[in-house]
């Protein structure tokens, strides 16, 4: 493995963020040499990232602490076309409407992240709609069109997988990899950009625009690339029981990220540590070493570092003691998340099938009754065997709250409305 010097690289290297790079040593003497502006790209696809894009987020915060500028491109333009990437189905078209929604609340993510600004070493946020949408396609395919081979294009895996599963790729996204690589293109002339950094997945697409640049006489360009994560038991990152783990505080709650987090698999722990967290690799590794049920405690640290990152320190902590209450004192604590239901149900009675579904617990009734029958449900801390059993104003506790659980880690608070 090549020893980097440089501040950046060598971070990225010890904590396990490299996978790929198109040139070690001359990358290294740039970090080395010159203050570098580098960029990830982004697809506003929703408006919250999830923490599968965290590892990417984390690479432009080092970047930006170790005196370098990181550029977060929003694929404003792109994404009215859809990267084909590994996906079986081309992606639903958007709205100019939707997609500067979407760019809105990303936003907010990586205010907590980065250093916004228009300084040397201030983050930047941009959007590739600015230069993609006032294009002349005639004088694009031109310039442009004429460096890209089609037979090379076909070769990258992203492309075969999709072929060789005989899944359609439209004439949209096959454009997308010519506009990727423009994109790489543009912000070197416009900011100075000499480094794209993505997943593995996106190799092909990074080095279609160095080689682009060199075709259109940028200065050399390079290439970073992140392992694909998943678990030890390999779900992919960013996906719980539950749905998408968003990081917008208004889609998932602080407490319920936070849980993501301390349900991390042992074999993860140190892992995680290295990538998600600012924590020293000295105190990484004494957490790593950890073992029985000492584990436990380094997922918290591990939870609460990367909460408090994302949400600050104080939501991190409250967290982090919510958690404590919930499972180490058996009461229901006012921060778990909470939902509404209608008085009247209560005063009715509301089966408790339809309550969990209700709560966003379960799916469906049959996967509520499924829950039921496999002992996994309680209501107020105490076992429900009956699945048709109606819930009353008459099961609120003290707190004029139900307390509902699935399983020992998952918990939602109910309250009249």
């Avoid at 899944?167 to 070197?188: K, R, T």
């Amino acid at each position: 493995m090549f020893a980097f010097k440089s501040d950046f690289l060598r971070i990225m290297s010890e904590r396990g963020f490299i996978h790929q790079t198109s040139d070690d040593a001359g990358l290294d003497k740039l970090f080395s040499t010159e203050t570098v502006s580098a960029y990830i790209g982004f697809d506003p696809t929703a408006s919250s990232l999830h923490a599968g894009g965290l590892i990417q987020i984390m690479m432009l915060y080092w970047l930006q602490q170790t005196g370098h500028r990181p550029v977060a491109l929003m694929g404003g333009g792109t994404g009215m076309v859809g990267d084909p990437s590994f996906k079986d189905e081309a992606r639903k078209l958007m709205t100019p409407q939707t997609i500067q929604s979407n760019i809105d609340g990303i936003r907010k993510v990586f205010s907590n992240y980065l250093n916004l600004g228009s300084g040397a070493r201030d983050a930047l946020m941009l959007n590739n709609a600015e230069w993609l949408l006032p294009l002349n396609y005639l004088e694009f395919l031109r310039d442009v069109g004429q460096h890209f081979s089609v037979n090379r294009m076909l070769s990258f895996d992203s492309v075969k997988q999709r072929l060789d599963r005989e899944q359609s790729l439209s004439f949209l996204e096959f454009n997308y990899m010519i506009l990727q690589a423009y994109d790489f293109v543009e912000l070197n002339r416009r900011h100075g950009v000499r480094l794209q950094m993505g997943g593995s997945d996106q190799w092909g697409n990074i080095v279609n625009g160095i080689d682009l640049g060199r075709r259109l006489d940028t200065p050399q360009l390079y290439a970073l690339t992140t392992p694909l994560l998943t678990t030890a038991s390999g779900a992919k990152m960013g996906k719980s029981l539950s749905g998408a783990v968003w990081l917008n505080a208004d889609m998932l709650s602080p407490y319920d990220f936070w849980q993501y987090w301390r349900n991390t698999e042992d074999a993860d722990v140190g892992r995680f540590l290295k990538l998600y967290t600012t924590l020293p690799l000295d105190e990484i590794a004494r957490l790593e070493a950890l073992g029985g049920s000492e584990i436990n405690e380094a997922k918290k640290v591990l939870a609460t570092e990367v909460t408090a990152l994302l949400h600050g320190r104080e939501a991190a902590n409250a967290a982090g003691e919510t958690a404590r209450k919930t499972f180490e004192e058996g009461v229901t604590a006012d921060s778990l998340p909470t939902v509404k239901v209608e008085k009247a149900l209560l005063e009715a009675g509301i089966g408790i099938l339809s309550l969990f579904v209700s709560a966003g617990l379960a799916a469906s009734n049959g996967e509520a009754r499924r829950h039921i029958q496999g002992g996994a449900v309680r209501l107020n801390d105490q076992p429900v065997t009956d699945e048709r059993r109606l819930v009353t104003l008459q099961d609120l506790n003290p707190q004029n709250a139900l307390k509902l659980s699935l399983g020992k880690k998952k918990h939602m608070l109910v309250r009249p409305a």
